[in-house]
């Protein structure tokens, strides 16, 4: 049996192939992280019109780890992201969830599927609903919305709702329209749509972006609490919050991996002062 692909764009459909031609859907209990890593990338390139997003980047993450990723404007932080999540097919390289889940050849809601969030930097929520049906919603989303919220949870769909709410500090919230929530809590919000989801690995582009001081740290705590439940890969521009989250930083600079280390370690480094810390 060969992969499902799309006539026009020849883009598989949630197939894992080998080079023999044989294909098996994937799913999430095909995960085998026993060697440690949970991703790993391997000499990644990506082109757009001649000009280099990825340059032979090579990267892991190990299970339960909060790695923070930084870098300059352009050093392509998001093209890394979108490649992890099979919105970009790299022109070279491998990326692996795993041992064995091969990401180049999987789509988008396929590797959403098996246990990988994103987070984008603008919070995304159902803001005519409310903060409880937007995270009853996220625990459905093999259902239409109006579908999802005709049907009746069931007892442990409705614990995990509540587990959820506290675990995001929105307990009081929960019959309010996410709509009323500020920037900070519907960025919370989303994070527990993907929680939701139970994902392995959680992708959040700069989630403390216009936060106040007060919900950066609640923020902060928020992910440490998820560290070792979950792996995360933060990207983030404020310095601080990378502090008070990070044990190991990845500095990305045209494309490739500039620096890697504690906070300290890749701030004292003249290559990561020189390309973006600056003096």
């Known amino acids: 049996m060969s992969p499902r692909t799309d006539a026009a764009t020849g883009e598989d459909f949630g197939w894992e192939g080998e080079a023999t031609g044989l294909a098996r859907p994937v ?5 085998d992280t026993r060697h440690g890593d949970i ?4 000499d990644i390139t990506v082109s757009f019109d001649g000009f280099r997003a990825l340059n032979k980047l090579t990267l892991d993450i190990a299970v339960g780890e909060l790695r923070c990723i930084i870098g300059p404007n352009g050093a392509g932080k998001t093209t890394m992201m979108d490649v992890i999540t099979g919105k970009t097919r790299p022109d070279a390289g491998t990326a692996f969830f795993g041992q064995t889940i091969d990401l180049t050849r999987l789509n988008e809601p396929t590797i959403a599927q098996i246990g990988i969030g994103r987070k984008f930097q603008k919070p995304t929520v159902f803001e005519a609903m409310t ?4 995270l009853e919603i996220a625990l459905k989303t093999d259902k239409s919305v109006w579908a999802s919220l005709r049907a009746r949870l069931s007892g442990q769909q409705r614990d995990r709702i509540d587990e959820l709410l506290g675990l995001i500090r929105l307990g009081e919230q929960r019959q ?7 920037h900070g809590q519907k960025q919370w919000l ?10 392995k690995l959680l992708l959040l582009d700069e989630p403390v972006a216009g936060m106040t001081d007060a919900e950066t740290e609640k923020t902060a705590e928020l992910l440490l609490t998820l560290k070792g439940k979950h792996s995360l890969m933060v990207v983030e521009h404020d310095m601080a919050f990378v502090g008070a989250i990070a044990e190991k930083v990845t500095v990305l600079a045209e494309g490739s991996v500039l620096a890697e280390g504690s906070l300290a370690q890749v701030q004292a480094d003249e290559r990561v002062i020189e390309v973006y810390l600056g003096r």
Do not use: F, K, T
């Open 27 to 31: 799913d999430a209990s095909q995960l």
């Open 131 to 134: 903060v409880a049906e937007n």
């Open 190 to 199: 989303e994070i527990g749509m993907l929680l939701a989801q139970e994902p």
């Open 39 to 42: 991703l790993y990338l391997d």
């Open 176 to 182: 309010r329209e996410a709509g009323l929530l500020s």
